[in-house]
């Protein structure tokens, strides 16, 4: 797949394949419950990767974890209104996907025994994902909003609320170890907030990308007519690696100019995506 001219790259953990195999071995609901939470992962970090496809920036790789899928990537350069965004479509499109199951129940019952297994992935990766802990989606969004007034008490607030959720999770592991039927996911997953408390950030990269290697092997042309009155954020959608973009740009039925990829590139670098296109000939 390519999203602003860079291929998603996905790579397994081998512990991801370790903890399939046991689950498969320990039967086949086990392993249904394994491959659904894979499905709901995936969807939810590709999410992420959309809406940062439409900010501007590019998803670089995810990875498949036993406890789920992570994706890597830098978005100190990005405004925070478009960091929540980004943020808040993992859990929205979680959420929207429980719902349509939820729908679909109403319209057709008889799918109810085929599809609540997916309907309480989606609902719980969505809910979990909203926990003020890092390195969740909620506790990314909360650091966000805190560190706009001071980075140091988004740091101290975010760790506390990390070790409480922590705290609160492990007391459920050993809750369930008193009553003889050990929730290892519990285990894992306080785990996994107690190592966020101290991790960094997420990852998407910046649209930018060298052609140095395309304009040596030869590289097709894409033009593209749009409005001068357009956003630069409008024109992200037509960035591919495999073309070389130029727009051609138009008053109503007059033509205005044009704007190559190189032109349009440096225009995006300087953060400013509600410029128009006419805005930004003006400074050539």
């Known amino acids: ?44 970090e ?7 496809r439409r ?23 990005m405004g925070r209104g478009e960091r929540l965004w980004v943020l808040a479509a993992g859990p929205l499109c979680n959420g929207l996907t429980a719902l349509g199951f939820a729908a679909l129940w109403w319209l057709f019952p008889e799918t109810y025994p085929y599809t609540d297994t997916a309907f309480s992935v989606s609902l719980s990766l969505c809910l979990v994902n909203l926990l003020p802990a890092y390195p969740l989606d909620g506790g990314r969004a909360l650091r966000l909003l805190i ?7 988004a740091r101290i607030v975010g760790m506390t609320l990390n070790f409480i959720t922590v705290a609160g999770v492990a007391g459920y592991f050993v809750y369930s170890c008193v009553k003889k039927t050990p929730a290892i996911s519990a285990l894992v997953f306080s785990i996994l907030l107690f190592a966020g ?36 954020k409008k024109g992200l959608r037509y960035l591919r690696r495999e073309r070389y ?5 138009y008053e109503g039925d007059e033509f205005f100019g044009e704007m190559t990829e190189g032109e349009y590139l440096n225009a995006l670098s300087e953060g400013d995506y509600a410029k128009t296109f006419r805005e930004c000939t003006q400074t050539f």
């Open 1 to 44: 797949m390519d999203s602003a001219g860079a291929k998603i790259r996905l790579r397994i953990h081998p512990l991801f394949l370790f903890v399939g195999a046991v689950t498969a071995l320990t039967g086949a609901g086990g392993f249904f419950i394994f491959v659904m939470a894979t499905l709901a992962a995936l969807e939810h």
């Open 46 to 52: 590709l999410a992420h990767a959309f809406a940062a």
């Open 55 to 77: 900010c501007g920036y590019a998803l670089d790789k995810i990875v498949l974890m036993p406890y789920g899928a992570v994706i890597k990537g830098d978005l100190s350069d």
């Open 147 to 153: 560190g706009a007034r001071s980075e140091k008490a």
């Open 197 to 232: 408390a101290f991790g960094g950030g997420g990852s998407y990269k910046s649209v930018a990308f060298s052609r140095a290697k395309s304009f040596a092997r030869g590289i097709e042309e894409k033009r593209v007519v749009i409005s001068c009155d357009c956003t630069l």
């Open 245 to 249: 973009l130029v727009f051609v740009l």
